[in-house]
């Protein structure tokens, strides 16, 4: 009778294991239908009326970046929204989509085999369309490359219900500046003031999202300082490889040299 009872009681243990978690599945899936849903479908509601409206309207309102290699890109315009979920029964995630589009394709150049690619996995994690044609040395090294850039930014905001962790993540990608932005919200944070002002944000009506709040002179005094700090990490990027390039030429000069004497001396 011991085995049956150690059997018995390994039975009973991973059955309360089973109803517990099964407890634990049931709670969170209340929570979810009792306070993420409606804040999703609220979401829902206000973005697809927006994109409606600016796919219509098309206000004029320029965007800018800027792009590493390249510098200020300026006067791009936002449009084609396009507003995505899973499901409206059901829904975990929620996508509005756009485009900021320029004029005229960006051509730059960038010297140097390093820089060279530093610069491709910088445009490949951008999700910018480009491509680039190198320029090689006698030793069929990249010296140089010239890049080609598409004059199209893909902007995204991407609503998602976290389930497990009872909350709400917003991801906004290329907005400010190239790359992702997250925040994570309870549901009762994403309320009315909140879904406005990411409305805005996202409408290029306003730079700001969940920041501390400063006056418009703070703000662009702090954009400034920014870019400037960024110009200056370019800046001194490029001298640091004019000096590596020297090196290099210098090095291959006297092994060059050398070898010229070791001839002679033959």
Not at 47 to 57: G, R
């Amino acid at each position: 009778m011991g085995f049956l009872d150690d059997l018995r009681r390994e039975a009973e243990q991973r059955r309360n294991e089973e109803a517990s978690v099964a407890a634990q599945r049931a709670a969170r899936e209340a929570f979810y239908r009792s306070d993420i849903l409606p804040r999703m479908e609220a979401a829902y509601r206000l973005f697809a009326q927006l994109a409606e409206h600016l796919n219509y309207l098309r206000p004029e309102q320029p965007v800018n970046y800027t792009l590493r290699g390249y510098g200020e890109w300026r006067g791009l315009r936002q449009e084609n929204y396009e507003l995505q979920v899973d499901s409206r029964q059901n829904m975990r995630q929620l996508v509005l989509r756009a485009e900021c589009r320029g004029e005229e394709e960006l051509v730059f150049t960038v010297e140097g085999h390093k820089a060279i690619q530093r610069q491709v996995d910088y445009l490949n994690g951008t999700g910018l369309s480009f491509h680039y044609r190198e320029r090689r040395d006698e030793r069929m090294n990249a010296e140089a490359a010239e890049f080609i850039v598409k004059p199209l930014v893909p902007v995204s905001l991407t609503m998602e219900a976290d389930i497990e962790e009872g909350r709400i993540v917003i991801a906004l990608r290329n907005f400010e500046d190239f790359g992702s932005r997250r925040y994570f919200l309870e549901p009762g944070k994403l309320d009315e003031a909140v879904l406005d002002q990411l409305a805005r944000y996202v409408a290029r009506d306003s730079d700001r999202f969940l920041q501390d709040d400063v006056d418009a002179q703070t703000r662009a005094a702090l954009q400034a300082k920014l870019r400037e700090e960024a110009a200056q990490r370019q800046r001194e990027l490029a001298e640091s490889e004019a000096r590596a390039r020297a090196a290099e030429s210098a090095a291959a000069g006297r092994k060059s040299l050398l070898g010229g004497l070791l001839k002679k001396g033959d």
